[in-house]
């Protein structure tokens, strides 16, 4: 049974091009969550996604950052003309129920880098 | 909204020696307190959680401690072994029926330190 999936792992970009963050949710999971990571820092939660809809995205910067999960394929999370501020950690976590009084269960990451 | 405090930020214990890390919260509708270890270049791992029903919860070398009233909670690792040694972090979550649902509050991490 395989875990939540991640990729691409590592991804380096430069100031003012697109990041884009796949994240594919553990088997039987329809509820899909990200979180950033500064380094040496906690989680940030960032949106909380069903399928095709978002049900809470307070914590996405509102300007450059978007994020999906469509009906089919994984989900996405976007961010445009990506700025140093941007390098981090993504991780996506998904649940099998509603809400975060559900398990969560994370993927491995991936870490962007901004030159 | 949730704010989630975490002490200590760093804990260094001998092997064999048990370990307390321990959280408070500031939200009273918060019911599920899940516990994670982190690995240098790794996701959070799910090692234990808890709900508001249950005081206590243990699985092996670890246990887990709420207390409602007082908003707090914590992780107990007894006979610490080098292997433990990571980011370990607590995290506060609403009621599914919530509107507040999907939104986990992390604790700022404490890193665990396990001396051979």
């Known amino acids: 049974n395989a875990g939540v999936m991640q990729n691409p792992r590592h991804l380096v970009r430069r100031r003012g091009q697109e990041a884009r963050l796949r994240c594919s949710p553990m088997?039987?999971?329809?509820?899909v969550y990200w979180y950033r990571q500064l380094p040496e820092e906690g989680l940030k939660f960032m949106v909380y996604?069903?399928?095709?809809?978002?049900?809470?995205e307070s914590g996405m910067p509102k300007e450059r950052f978007s994020a999906e999960f469509p009906k089919e394929g994984p989900s996405i999370l976007r961010i445009q003309q990506v700025v140093r501020g941007d390098s981090a950690a993504y991780f996506c976590?998904?649940?099998?129920?509603?809400?975060?009084?559900?398990?969560?269960?994370f993927g491995p990451g991936t870490r962007l880098t901004v030159l | 909204g949730e704010n989630v405090e975490q002490h200590p930020s760093t804990l260094s214990v001998q092997e064999g020696d048990s370990a307390v890390i321990k959280c408070t919260y500031s939200?009273?509708?918060?019911?599920?307190f899940p516990w994670y270890k982190q690995e240098l270049g790794k996701g959070p791992q799910l090692i234990i959680d808890?709900?508001?029903?249950?005081g206590e919860k243990k699985d092996q070398r670890i246990a887990v401690t709420l207390n409602k009233t007082a908003k707090h909670f914590s992780l107990h690792i007894t006979e610490t072994q080098p292997e433990d040694s990571a980011v370990y972090f607590c995290?506060?979550?609403?009621?599914?029926?919530?509107?507040?649902?999907?939104?986990?509050?992390f604790g700022d991490g404490t890193t665990l330190t396990v001396k051979p």
């Open positions: 808890i709900r508001s029903n249950v």
């Open positions: 995290a506060a979550s609403p009621s599914a029926y919530n509107t507040n649902a999907g939104k986990s509050t």
């Open positions: 088997k039987g999971h329809s509820h």
């Open positions: 996604l069903q399928k095709e809809n978002i049900i809470d």
């Open positions: 976590a998904s649940s099998r129920g509603q809400g975060a009084a559900d398990t969560q269960y």
């Open positions: 939200d009273s509708a918060s019911n599920y």
